[in-house]
């Protein structure tokens, strides 16, 4: 089964710096990559996915952005981080296509200040 | 656009009681339907994968139901434990293709008083 590694467990940036999140997935090749953002009292939102190398599909218009530079890894990143980017920031993967069953990271939780 | 509740939002109960956790979504069009648990601060962690042919699911002292039909699911624990308590969230993803998204719920919040 697939495991995925999530860094850092949490960051505190203020308004207008940078960002980047790191991802990567073990046990498996060529999955589907995902990148969740929960906020307090809104739910799970689907922030981008990836069905590939190089191939990122946006949801939500905002002022992040998502690579995938390698089969297994997939970042989130940021130029200028707003006080509402403020959340919890999940991995995901659905390596089985067949089953579609979905494995999530332990998280980011990032505070803008 | 799909939607899903989960009913109640809060649930406390005594340590060794039974209960169930409600889950209803508005299409039916559904592929299959997971249950997650979330600890404080932690990642998600999934319970029970329900395929959209199946009607239920179990592990252990879990068990999952689905009723497509009626946008349903309900997750039942027997013999609740302290150690159950977190929120568990239920997701579906839709039968459409390129369909990649889960559509959560909010979660209900489950306390198991020893």
């Known amino acids: 089964s697939q495991t995925i590694h999530q860094w850092p467990a949490t960051l505190v940036q203020p308004v207008g710096s940078p960002l980047s999140l790191e991802c990567t997935v073990e046990?498996?090749?060529?999955?589907?990559l995902y990148w969740y953002r929960q906020a307090a009292g809104r739910g799970l939102q689907l922030l981008f996915y990836s069905v590939g190398i190089g191939q990122i599909s946006s949801e939500v218009p905002q002022n992040l952005s998502a690579s995938r530079p390698q089969d297994r890894q997939f970042i989130l990143s940021s130029k200028k981080l707003l006080l509402s980017d403020s959340g919890f920031y999940l991995c995901a993967t659905n390596a089985d296509r067949k089953i579609y069953g979905y494995t999530f990271g332990s998280g980011t939780r990032l505070t803008v200040v | 656009k799909q939607e899903v509740t989960q009913i109640p939002a809060a649930l406390s109960v005594p340590e060794g009681e039974n209960l169930v956790l409600n889950c209803s979504f508005t299409d039916s069009a559904i592929y299959n339907l997971q249950w997650f648990r979330q600890d404080p601060g932690k990642g998600l962690t999934s319970l029970l994968l329900?395929?959209?042919?199946?009607r239920e699911q179990t592990s252990g002292r879990l068990n999952a139901s689905l009723d497509k039909s009626s946008g349903r699911s309900t997750l039942y624990i027997a013999a609740s434990q302290p150690g159950d308590s977190a929120t568990y969230l239920c997701?579906?993803?839709?039968?459409?293709?390129?369909?990649?998204?889960?559509?959560f719920g909010k979660g209900t919040k489950l306390s198991v008083i020893p």
């Open positions: 997701a579906v993803k839709g039968s459409g293709a390129g369909s990649y998204q889960l559509t």
């Open positions: 046990g498996t090749s060529n999955p589907n």
């Open positions: 329900i395929q959209s042919s199946q």
